[in-house]
């Protein structure tokens, strides 16, 4: 019978614990950019903002020299450079501005009635991602949350 060792050359998602070692991962490499403050990092999102355009070619060039060394590959196609305004996680992202994504609530309002208490989970749930946006969230949402503990 013949053994091999195998090694990993991608992350493997389907492993339990595999996002948070990826997190753990990049807050490692990027550490010195985040306790700078000019760089968030989320799983595989790297949002890099700066005041002045020479500053953020800059800053692109620090990230990517980063890359190379440890083997990270980027999807450049997936990536935007320059922006003012940029789409991460759900939210318009804009200089110190975190506004609402709006064609993620025109699917949360285009949602059907829910008919059984697995789609009010599921309508609630999607909802509540926007929940600080929205200063009523739980006075307009208490008799639906209400319904579900009663089990109806």
């Given at each position: 019978m013949h053994m091999s060792i195998y090694e990993y050359t991608r992350m493997p998602f389907g492993i339990k614990n595999a996002p948070a070692h990826f997190q753990r991962m990049m807050d490692t490499i990027f550490q010195e950019e985040v306790l700078k403050g000019w760089v968030v990092v989320y799983i595989d999102d790297i949002i890099l903002y700066s005041e002045r355009w020479e500053d953020h070619v800059h800053y692109i060039d620090r990230l990517l020299s980063k890359f190379t060394p440890i083997n990270l590959e980027i999807a450049l196609k997936k990536y935007n450079f320059g922006q003012q305004e940029s789409l991460a996680l759900g939210h318009i992202v804009s200089g110190l501005i975190l506004a609402i994504d709006h064609n993620k609530?025109?699917?949360?309002?285009?949602?059907p009635v829910p008919k059984n208490i697995?789609?009010?989970k599921?309508?609630?749930?999607?909802a509540s991602y926007y929940i600080k946006y929205i200063k009523t969230f739980g006075h307009?949402?208490?008799?639906?949350?209400?319904?579900?503990?009663q089990g109806l």
């Open positions: 609530v025109a699917a949360v309002l285009l949602k697995k789609e009010m599921f309508l609630l749930g999607l307009i949402t208490s008799s639906l949350y209400k319904i579900l503990s």
